[in-house]
Antibody
Framework: QVHLQESGPGLVKPSETLSLTCTVS????????WSWIRQPPGKGLEWIGYIYYTGSTNYNPSLKSRVTMSVDTSKNQFSLKLNSVSAADTAVYFC????????????WGQGTLVTVPS | QSALTQPASVSGSPGQSITISCTGTSSDIGDSNLVSWYQQHPGKAPKLIIY???KGSSGLSNRFSASKSGNTASLTISGLQADDEADYYC???????????FGGGTKLTVL
């Protein structure tokens, strides 16, 4: 069974960098695309970007200037960095399997709330 | 403001059928067979229920069906049950520049 688990600080100061890691178990990360998706409190979902095991990435144009994703195949993990955060970046951040041009986002982590105080 | 437009809420009684619409443009839904739907219960992660417009995820009840016409995708739930009460989100591929866009979500209330 595929399992994804997000980890990282729950509180990030304004203007600093949000850093999260997603650990995948039950499936090798060397197939499929792997995405980050966020959900501000009480609001809808926003795709942040995806990464392939080769390190190839694509990002949401609205966040592209602040986002960096990386992958560590030896640990079966992928990571998200979002810099220059503000209160508008407060959200539950989900990692998910998907983003390739077939299927959907079929496995999700439980999500982790990251708060940026105003 | 979300890229895809969904009604904020829909409701129905147990046993009834409801349809949730998801309206995009010719750059996303209208030009893609990569439309998916997600069910999200409060405090939980979204769950994929429909992918590639009308394909049900593994184990999905046949009470759920979906379709697309032009720039609008639709999700229909028949034989409403209490556990169907949740938020539902549509998602579409929007081309190699924008990639993936979501709808704003629809809250389904089972009366």
């Amino acid at each position: 069974q595929v399992h994804l688990q997000e980890s990282g600080p729950g509180l990030v100061k304004p203007s600093e960098t949000l850093s999260l890691t997603c650990t995948v178990s039950g499936y090798a990360i060397t197939y499929y695309y792997w995405s980050w998706i966020r959900q501000p409190p009480g609001k809808g979902l926003e795709w942040i970007g995806y990464i392939y095991y080769t390190g190839s990435t694509n990002y949401n144009p609205s966040l592209k200037s602040r986002v960096t994703m990386s992958v560590d195949t030896s640990k079966n993990q992928f990571s998200l960095k979002l810099n220059s955060v503000s209160a508008a970046d407060t959200a539950v951040y989900f990692c998910a399997r998907g983003g390739q041009l077939w299927g959907g986002f079929d496995y999700w982590g439980q999500g982790t709330l990251v708060t940026v105080p105003s | 403001q979300s890229a895809l437009t969904q009604p904020a809420s829909v409701s129905g009684s147990p046993g009834q059928s409801i349809t949730i619409s998801c309206t995009g443009t010719s750059s996303d839904i209208g030009d893609s067979n990569l439309v998916s739907w997600y069910q999200q219960h409060p405090g939980k992660a979204p769950k994929l229920i429909i992918y590639e417009v009308d394909k049900g995820s593994s184990g999905l009840s046949n009470r759920f069906s979906a379709s697309k016409s032009g720039n609008t995708a639709s999700l229909t739930i028949s034989g409403l049950q209490a556990d169907d009460e949740a938020d539902y989100y549509c998602c579409s591929y929007a081309g190699s520049g924008t990639f993936w866009v979501f709808g704003g979500g629809t809250k389904l209330t089972v009366l």
